[in-house]
């Protein structure tokens, strides 16, 4: 079978023309020999990478894999080092028997294989077809892992090692450096470059070094929650330590007090800026370094996965010319990187573009931005008075903590200025409160008010080993669902498998609810009403709840009705509770929309909340009772 048959599968599979093989096969020759046809064919986009692999896999007769989360055993790795395996684009999954199987791009490769039967001294090879960056991906990680296992047992020589800043050169300290090949040889120092491309291969954001009793925890968080990854032994922990403040800046010599550094830097083939941020506490130093690969900033509006009315809402507050757009939400649950997606939608070479952040995240071309620094008195109140002098069109400011910059980035979207920012909240109307709450003036948040969009990010199931799920009626009483709502949705769930690690979920999407500022909605807001009657008005003019919108999408089966619950807020402590069904129900309505049951019980004509027969006056918004 010669390397050009992968080419007449492709054809016998239909999944490419005649013609477009002769221009796959032409587009390889002026690319070079050592290109795969089936990379041409990706790369001239005739056909997906999963494509590719299905067709072959299905023309030959052969088993088709997903390796991105696989986990080969010991003995495979052992028998291809990883040189060999990045050479020809394999990766070695598991002996059976006198067989290794192995998973290729190209199992037409009959030169590739007997090189690799050669070097790990089995007699047969058994092939299996998988995507080039799944195997990319899956090579990374797990010979990453095994690196570090490798590493961490070899415990007698590394107490012997020699000093961490031993074999590196200050002068080598470049912007960007190469992780894995730059800053010396030692056993530590490879160490912490395997801990870092672990981290990169397995799309974690966060990698965690934690101090213990014992040494060193080592936690990655992937898709917002955190996985267990291993131990580093006490006699190691000093230099690890020392050596991730080293790769940030920071002064190594400084245990008692919390530094932050960051550095861009090259892991593997990748261009990452790594946040390094540093706790003492009982145990050492605990250590959190953040990874932020640099195409990440390129992230579209369309991919957030926000619903349509949702995208189509913000991109119209963002071509105002005025205005103050808000983003709330948790930390982490990627509002900067929804304004920075909104700002590439919308951006042209008319606005001057101007940010305040802490720190810059993402760096955007065409855009200045300014990372504040309190240690020098550059703080967000000041770098926001200097930033309107330089005549903006557009202000970012990263985050609204105090009154000083609440009061400034409201007042700047009223005197011509698009204003965007981010804020703690648990919704978009409770954004309001809040910036009651910082001393802001409400007739000049309802003058300047545009837009609030409350975000949380969910876990997806996994696509690979999805499979229908049936609701529970402790969740569906939780969420406000009836039986009947339960039997409506088409609820899936992932049994977990390697490519998720066996979690059942695999990438995350946003959940959402928007809150445009009507001018029904402006003058409840300069009447200082409360939020429940600000929720009430933005749900009469469309908005949907985070709630609501979270249980759409488990509907649809893309996420589970356990992440609705551990995402989005929950329902507030003075809910009306059904006496017929007990299903939770909105504290203004008189009668139960699930069983029809007459609700008990007086409500406010002011803010519709429920009160008792006895009371003179609401306790929430003020409105006086007419006794009766």
């Known amino acids: ?26 587009a390889r020759r002026r690319h070079g020999q050592r290109e795969r046809l089936g990379e041409a064919v990706v790369r001239l986009g005739l056909a997906s990478e999963a494509d590719v692999a299905d067709a072959v896999a299905r023309q030959l007769r052969l088993e088709r894999v997903e390796v991105r989360g696989a986990t080969p055993t010991v003995e495979a790795l052992e028998r291809v080092p990883s040189y060999l395996a990045e050479r020809h684009d394999v990766l070695p999954l598991r002996l059976e028997g006198e067989a290794l199987v192995l998973a290729t791009s190209d199992p037409s490769d009959t030169s590739a294989l007997d090189d690799v039967r050669l070097v790990a001294g089995v007699r047969l090879v058994t092939p299996v077809v998988a995507t080039p960056s799944g195997l990319t991906a899956a090579r990374r990680r797990v010979y990453a892992v095994d690196a570090t296992q490798q590493l961490l047992g070899m415990q007698a020589r590394l107490a012997d090692a020699p000093a961490l800043g031993e074999g590196v050169d200050p002068a080598d300290d470049g912007a960007q450096p190469d992780l894995v090949t730059g800053f010396g040889h030692a056993p530590v120092v490879k160490l912490v470059d ?9 799309r974690a954001s966060d ?34 330590l020392s050596r991730l403040k080293l790769v940030a800046g920071l002064d190594i010599t400084e245990r008692r007090l919390p530094q932050d550094g960051r550095i861009q830097a090259r892991v593997e083939d990748q261009l990452v800026d ?3 941020a540093t706790m003492p506490t009982l145990w050492g130093e605990s250590i959190l370094v953040r990874l932020l690969p640099t195409g990440s900033a390129g992230l579209d509006v369309e991919d957030i996965g926000f619903p349509d009315a949702v995208r189509e809402r913000l991109l119209a507050g963002l071509r105002r010319p005025q205005g103050l757009v808000l983003l709330t939400g948790p930390t982490g649950s990627g509002k900067t990187t929804t304004l920075y997606a909104g700002l590439r939608a919308v951006m042209d070479h008319s606005r001057k573009v101007l940010t305040l952040e802490d720190p810059v995240e993402y760096v ?62 648990n919704d978009a109307p409770s954004a309001v409160t809040r910036l009651r709450n910082l001393g802001v003036d409400r007739y000049v948040i309802a003058a300047a008010l545009t837009l609030v969009i409350a975000q949380r990010l969910a876990r997806t199931v996994c696509e690979h080993c999805e499979e229908p799920a049936t609701a529970d009626p402790a969740q569906l009483q939780q969420l406000g669902l009836s039986a009947a709502d339960g039997e409506g949705l088409a609820l899936r769930r992932g049994r977990g498998c390697a490519v998720c690690e066996y979690t059942g979920a695999l990438g995350r999407t946003a959940i959402s609810e928007a809150m445009p500022v009507s001018p029904r909605l402006r003058d409840l807001i300069d009447e200082g009403a409360p939020e429940a009657a600000l929720s009430r008005m933005a749900r009469s003019e469309g908005m949907r709840t985070l709630r609501e919108d979270a249980i759409e999408r488990a509907r649809d089966g893309r996420i589970t009705l356990e992440e609705v619950l551990r995402v989005t807020p929950e329902t507030s402590a003075d809910a009306v509770h059904c006496p017929g069904c007990d299903a939770v129900v909105g504290d203004d309505l008189h009668v139960c929309p699930w069983c029809a049951t007459q609700l008990q019980g007086e409500h406010c004509p002011g803010c519709r909340r429920a009160v008792q027969a006895n009371w003179r006056a609401c306790p929430w918004c003020g409105e006086p009772r007419v006794q009766t």
Do not use: K
Request: proline fraction near 4%; aromatic fraction near 2%; charged fraction near 25%.
């Open 364 to 425: 955007l071309p065409g855009i200045h931005q300014t990372q504040v620094d309190p240690g020098i008195g550059l703080t967000f109140e000041r770098g926001l008075r200097h930033l309107l002098r330089h005549d903006p069109d557009v202000v970012l400011v990263g985050e609204i903590r105090d009154r000083e910059t609440a009061r400034l980035a409201v007042e700047a979207s009223f005197t011509g200025h698009l204003v965007l920012a981010t804020i703690h909240t």
């Open 194 to 202: 395997t801990l870092l491309t672990d981290a990169l291969a397995s």
């Open 207 to 240: 990698l965690h070094v934690e101090p213990e009793a014992a040494g060193l925890r080592v936690r990655l968080r992937v898709d917002g929650l955190l996985r267990e990854r291993g131990r580093i032994p006490q006699h190691l922990s000093g230099q690890v």
């Open 1 to 26: 079978m010669t390397r050009q048959r992968i080419g007449e599968h492709l054809v016998a599979a239909e999944v490419i023309t005649r013609e477009q093989l002769e221009e796959a096969l032409e």
């Open 274 to 276: 790594l946040r390094v």
